[in-house]
DNA sequence: GAGTGGTCTAGACCACATC
DNA sequence: ATGTGGTCTAGACCACTCG
């Protein structure tokens, strides 16, 4: 182990950077890197434990802190994740690949098929959904030209996949609209909300889906039941129109980054 | 500021958890959870340099390690930047929308103009490239249906808006295909790749982008200039397919999440 | 019970930014 | 010159997990 941290001090001095001539990496990072680097070496793989804070104390020589704030250097990068009194261990990614065109593609969701099923097969899907009425919110209020103060079908959903939540999702729909159907029901009933808006003569047609990705909230780290550290979340705005061009519906849904690839397939 | 913090020791008794009765937050998240409550309020706007160590140190009686705790929590949220020397502020976001559908279209790149122009208008943005030669990445070589082994033509580009990097993109294509093309020169020439591919006789008309999210790794940090916590990045890995349906290209983008939405239009 | 990560204290020195 | 965040030490107690 003396020779590990023997090696390390021959390079600690590395390529200068701007003014100095002689640039050191902070301790905490360097150790970091050697983690870093003996997990792309396969030295541990998914699932395996690295060495915890009071062996990298003894190994580096290091107070505790140092040894906390390096391992919280992969905690954030997400490639480690804690387990408390248990230890630190390797993480992996396999994620549920969302299809998102052919997802929506009029034959399917107008047979009464969920516009889930195409993405996780025979996965046990579990949904749970509240409905209330409510006012616009203000950066939901642009997308559907809606006046602050109008009054909007709120359908706020949680997605849990084999008992691990996957997605939050609040779908906005003018509540003139929507009122008296199934939509304000918790049970849209057979092909979704976008089965009966054509039965309200608002078909949509065509779709916007604007994707980014951010650190979660707290909220959101309870929500999907994510780690604490390390992971982002995929915020999407969907935006559905009708073949006039109305926005009809904005559904904003917030996915864990570590669960998903989106897929898109288009043509020139 | 005393009743600020009694306010909080009057909360502090939360609903209960599993097992105790009395679940008490940590200090460092509570005093994030106030800066983070100020912040939604609007008392701090955009760019405002917040409460410093010292500062919260005085106001909450705490160590200097728990006041940069709390601190440390806002970073890795994304909520603020540190400046050294100059503290800490509330940051913004004001993306750069990537039109993916649309850009893509033949008449497009067919006619010349860069894929990238609809995306940033008038604004300045600067390329870099490297063309080289080499083995596949094992990771590449199922995409594009290729041997261990086989040789691709490596792009590797890096864009910088306005004096800011904002992605790095890697294209590989089978070298095979693309020798003695424009391809690997670093101009390639009007219409860029895509045009040369089609004359090439492999012109490409479907696509299949997949878009994940992750936290960058030290190397993108730099690369693309990124604040050390708190940014995610955006992966995007596009295939390109002939109209046999042969893949042709593949490339790697890695994006700035802090400076992106991804927009997807289509059509049911 | 021994080991783990999670929180916290009370100091210290440094590089950097601003005035 | 002063204040800022960045790094680091050397202790401590806790809750949790596992054998």
């Keep these: 182990m003396l020779s590990l941290e023997m090696r390390h001090l021959a390079t600690m001095r590395r390529a200068a ?11 905490y990072r360097r150790i970091a890197e050697d983690l870093r680097a003996a997990i792309n070496n396969r030295d541990y793989l998914h699932g395996d434990r690295l060495p915890g804070e009071n062996d990298l104390m003894a190994r580096y020589q290091v107070a505790r802190m140092t040894a906390r704030q390096a391992l919280g250097v992969l905690l954030n990068e997400g490639i480690a994740v804690a387990h408390k009194g248990s230890g630190i261990f390797v993480r992996d990614f396999d994620p549920i690949i969302r299809e998102s065109l052919t997802r929506l593609s009029h034959d399917r969701w107008a047979r009464g098929a969920s516009i889930w099923s195409a993405d996780i097969a025979d996965r046990e899907l579990q949904v749970t959904t509240r409905v209330r009425e409510d006012a616009v919110p203000g ?18 959903r949680r997605f849990v996949l084999d008992s691990q939540p996957v997605m939050l999702s609040t779908s906005y729909l003018p509540a003139d609209v929507v009122r008296g159907s199934a939509i304000t029901q918790e049970d849209t009933g057979p092909g979704g909300t976008y089965a009966r808006l ?15 990705a951010r650190m979660p909230q707290p909220h959101e780290i309870e929500a999907l039941g994510l780690f604490a550290f390390g992971t982002p ?13 109305n926005p009809i519906e904005v559904n904003e849904m917030t996915l864990d980054a570590s669960a998903y690839v989106l897929r898109y397939d288009f043509e020139a």
Tied chains: 1, 2.
Excluded at 140 to 156: K, M, Q, S, T, Y
Excluded at 198 to 212: K, N, S, W, Y
Excluded at 235 to 244: C, D, K, S, Y
């Design 139 to 156: 950066h939901v209020a642009p997308l559907l030209v809606l006046d602050v103060g109008d009054h909007v079908c709120v359908r706020e």
């Design 233 to 245: 979340v995929i915020e999407i705005v969907r935006t559905a129109f009708t073949e006039a061009g």
């Design 17 to 27: 950077r701007p003014t100095n001539v002689l640039t050191t990496e902070p301790k």
């Design 198 to 212: 054509a039965e309200l003569g608002h078909e949509p047609t065509r779709f916007r889906e604007d994707v980014r």
